[in-house]
């Protein structure tokens, strides 16, 4: 009778034991895991202003950071997360499983040192001033009569509309409005190849440009979370169309 008694003892305890585990499991399993945390310079005894923007490698997910460096997003199990901050060297995060469901990490930076050959340096640009360069985009008008005034001069409304010189300074007014927009194109680039967000060099910017036939509206009007998305699907395709230019040696 004891002996039967220490079965169902043991056969009650171990019952409890797997029922406790597999409840542990399934509240350890988070569907979705916050990551948080803060980019900091030690070698910075002040306030330093901090352009971060933080990249989901694996859904591709973009967010931008606060100035004083702390970032958040959610993000999955087996997901990897790259920080870029201007200036500095990429930092990237293999997220692993959070009985919490939560990630806290403190990222301390390294100042980014590279060697090149002679080039010419150019000011990369914050976001904020490419932002308001591609808000003011406008083609300048060239003089032309419309409307009411077609009326009160209809020989000056023909010269204009067969004048070889009114249709060459439409011409020029055009070309140097697509040379406003190539520049802008060329400050965002320059910006996002500063935090590793796309990867191309300076002298295939043209061509990348050229190929990207970017809607001017898109242009003036969009996110930054949106351009960096499109631009970033738009090189891959370019990539498999001009595979030779982006050889490793």
Do not use: W
Not at 68 to 81: T, W
């Amino acid at each position: 009778m004891r002996e039967n008694i220490n079965i169902f003892t043991v056969m009650k305890k171990g019952i409890l034991f797997y029922l406790f585990f597999f409840s542990t499991l399934s509240f350890s399993q988070c569907h979705e895991i916050h990551l948080k945390g803060k980019v900091v310079d030690t070698s910075l005894t002040n306030f330093h202003k901090y352009e971060l923007i933080v990249v989901n490698q694996t859904t591709k997910k973009a967010t931008h950071g606060q100035a004083n460096g702390y970032f958040s997003l959610n993000v999955n199990s087996g997901d990897r997360v790259g920080i870029s901050v201007k200036g500095y060297s990429p930092i990237f995060i293999d997220v692993t499983e959070s009985t919490t469901c939560s990630i806290d990490t403190v990222i301390y930076l390294s100042p980014r040192v590279q060697v090149y050959d002679d080039v010419v340096v150019y000011r990369i640009k914050s976001l904020e001033e490419i932002k308001k360069e591609r808000e003011e985009l406008s083609l300048k008008e060239t003089r032309t009569v419309t409307g009411i005034n077609v009326l009160e001069s209809p020989i000056t409304a023909l010269y204009e509309r067969f004048s070889k010189s009114a249709k060459t300074k439409r011409l020029i007014a055009e070309m140097e409005h697509q040379d406003n927009i190539n520049n802008v194109l060329k400050s965002l680039l320059r910006a996002y190849v500063s935090y590793d967000v796309v990867y191309l060099e300076e002298e295939e910017f043209n061509d990348f440009i050229y190929y990207l036939n970017i809607d001017e509206h898109f242009l003036k009007t969009s996110s930054d979370y949106e351009l960096i998305l499109y631009i970033q699907k738009n090189l891959e395709n370019y990539k498999l169309l001009h595979p030779e230019l982006f050889l490793i040696d």
